[in-house]
């Protein structure tokens, strides 16, 4: 096991050394250097320069190196996801069970990379029924209903926006005009929906809540992004209901 607390001591040294030192010491220097001439002088204007631009590369470093992290993390989330794809087509009755180990990796990176509190749930849509069932769901407050039957006010605006090729929108679920006016529960104020399809199947419906107005806006989560994950549930589900339906 990692010792934890020397890593932390470690990194509040280099925190001191980049970040704080450099602030304090530009000035003292600043002030030497006004008492000297030549080759000293020149010696000490170019390492008040370097303590200058030392605070923000060290940040820049740190982004970078937080970046490069992130996606390592997503890469190693993705992966499985497309053997179990593979396995479903190879292994057709194996496709139930890896098809809920792909909805179980997808729903949290999802959630997960909107941050902010954001939820994501996939349903079903049982057409036999006329009901969306609950697949997953990850993030936020627990919860959301199993079910969302055709008596209930979400079921025509749910499968509205199901049938459509392109995201809904809704900024705050408190506007008069917002096309979904609920959530899933939580006290949430913004959503947003899409259809998931296999080709031209529709398969259920994505849903992303989050707890403020405009946490999901377009410019915040785009089209494209939203549509992969869809098409991933929906692509998915497919492959499992191949073999149960």
């Known amino acids: 096991m990692p010792d934890i607390k020397s890593g932390s001591k470690k990194q509040d040294v280099l925190i001191l050394v980049f970040t704080v030192l450099p602030a304090g010491t530009v000035p003292v220097i600043t002030w030497i250097a006004k008492e000297r001439g030549g080759a000293a002088q020149i010696a000490l204007i170019t390492l008040v320069a370097v303590l200058a631009t030392t605070p923000p590369l060290w940040a820049f470093c740190q982004h970078k190196k937080s970046r490069v992290q992130e996606r390592t993390r997503r890469e190693a989330l993705l992966a499985p996801i497309i053997d179990y794809i593979g396995e479903s087509i190879t292994k057709p009755s194996e496709a139930p069970a890896k098809v809920a180990q792909i909805h179980e990796r997808l729903a949290p990176l999802l959630a997960e990379s909107l941050g902010g509190g954001a939820r994501c749930s996939f349903y079903s849509y049982d ?8 697949q997953v769901a990850s993030g936020g407050p627990n919860g959301t209903p199993d079910e969302i039957g055709n008596r209930s006010e979400k079921f025509a605006s749910l499968k509205h926006v199901m049938e ?16 979904l006016n609920f959530t899933l529960g939580g006290g949430y104020r913004s959503i947003l929906a899409h259809g998931a399809w296999a080709g031209d199947e529709v398969q ?25 994950f869809a098409s991933l549930f929906g692509a998915s589900n497919a492959l499992g209901m191949d073999q149960t339906g």
Do not use: C, H, M
Request: no cysteine; net charge neutral; hydrophobic share 35%.
């Open 127 to 134: 057409t036999k029924n006329e009901r969306f069932v609950k």
């Open 204 to 228: 259920g419906v994505l849903i992303v809540d989050a707890p403020n107005p405009g946490d999901l806006s377009r410019v915040k989560v785009p089209e494209t992004y939203v549509w992969v």
């Open 164 to 179: 459509q090729k392109v995201p809904s929108y809704t900024k705050d679920i408190l506007d008069p005009d917002a096309q």
